[in-house]
């Protein structure tokens, strides 16, 4: 089992930032890839971003990369998104996700840990 927590979400303008953090609790935080999603109103969830075991590897969605950055600390069971440069397209209600897998996957349904979500507006 393991436990994650969402925060630093909020109400920004166009072209700022926002960072989100995601807590983890449970069973060992290393074994697990880490992912970002988000899912804005009448749309499906949505792949955002995600990290391999150790923060070697990334792997971001066409539509946010070069503007967001996902980052993990193990020794603190964190796992970070930096977002820039957000645009009202980038509203959503976003989620931190684990997946007991080797390889960052990009479909929701391979991971098997969900936070509640944190809800991010950008306004124009």
């Known amino acids: 089992q393991v436990q994650l927590v969402e925060s630093g979400g909020g109400l920004v303008q166009a072209g700022g930032s926002l960072r989100l953090s995601c807590a983890a609790s449970?069973?060992?935080?290393?074994?697990?890839?880490m992912g970002w999603f988000r899912q804005a109103p009448g749309k499906e969830r949505e792949f955002v971003a995600g990290?391999?075991?150790?923060?070697?590897?990334?792997l971001y969605a066409d539509s946010v990369k070069g503007r967001f950055t996902i980052s993990r600390d193990n020794a603190k069971n964190t796992v970070l998104l930096q977002m820039n440069s957000l645009n009202p397209e980038d509203t959503a209600v976003y989620y931190c996700?684990?997946?007991?897998?080797?390889?960052?996957?990009?479909?929701?349904?391979?991971?098997?840990?969900w936070g509640q979500g944190t809800r991010v507006t950008v306004s124009s």
């Open positions: 449970g069973r060992t935080f290393s074994d697990y890839v």
């Open positions: 996700a684990s997946a007991p897998t080797i390889a960052v996957v990009t479909s929701p349904s391979t991971y098997n840990y």
């Open positions: 990290i391999s075991h150790t923060g070697g590897h990334t």
